[in-house]
């Protein structure tokens, strides 16, 4: 199965609304990394944590990486319409790096 | 500068029939992995090849072969194509561990 839990599956936002999107492991991540897919697009690279308790913010997005890096979460602030998409993340162990899996995605809808 | 090429976009089979899909990069990177996304389930790994001369089943690599042709060129193959391999089919590359992933644009693959 799959190495990392993501909720919620679905997120119905209104613009202008904060929403937070999780990712939880059952075993300590080496690393995790998060990924933006647009509707009929691929995945894109947006960020990756290392450190425990590691939090970075990029405008409107803020990363956080768990004291015992075993779970993650993304925050966007003031939702826009552009934020439009599904979001993966994807935690890596430090044994089976190789094995570059994801979770199932959060997939975002915004209403103007 | 074209960075992860895949081929076809689009493809139709008709059940039992054998096809290959080609992955191609240009960025010198080692790691080379093949996706299914299909909705609801998010990206699932069905093989991957952490470097040259080496291949990995992933999650779900049943009904799929691969190839590690050379450093630049990754394919997968159907042998005898399923409706149950209905999917959008993703192939990533990665410099090595602790390095961002990028995505080919997808090939749309349906069986009837």
């Known amino acids: 199965g799959q190495q990392v839990m993501q909720i919620p599956q679905y997120q119905h936002v209104q613009e202008g609304e904060d929403f937070t999107t999780y990712c939880n492991s059952s075993t300590t991540l080496s690393n995790i990394q998060w990924y933006k897919q647009r509707p009929g697009g691929h995945p894109v690279f947006l960020i990756q944590?290392?450190?425990?308790?590691e939090v970075k913010k990029q405008k409107r997005l803020t990363f956080q990486f768990g004291e015992a890096k075993k779970n993650s979460s993304l925050h966007i602030t003031a939702t826009q319409t552009t934020d439009v998409g599904t979001y993966f993340c994807a935690g890596f162990r430090g044994d089976s790096w190789g094995k570059f899996q994801f979770g199932a995605g959060t997939q975002v809808v915004v209403t103007p | 500068n074209a960075g992860v090429t895949q081929t076809p976009k689009f493809q139709v089979l008709k059940t039992g029939q054998s096809m290959t899909l080609q992955c191609a990069q240009d960025m010198n990177h080692n790691s080379m992995y093949w996706y299914r996304q299909d909705p609801g389930m998010g990206l699932r790994l069905i093989y991957y090849?952490?470097?040259?001369?080496?291949?990995d089943k992933g999650e779900v690599p049943n009904g799929y072969n691969v190839s590690r042709l050379n450093k630049r060129e990754f394919s997968l193959r159907l042998e005898s194509a399923a409706p149950s391999q209905t999917s959008v089919y993703f192939c990533?590359?990665?410099?090595?561990?602790?390095?961002?992933?990028?995505f080919g644009q997808g090939t749309r693959l349906t069986v009837v």
């Open positions: 990533a590359t990665r410099a090595g561990s602790n390095t961002e992933a990028f």
């Open positions: 090849s952490a470097s040259e001369g080496t291949t």
């Open positions: 944590l290392v450190k425990s308790g």
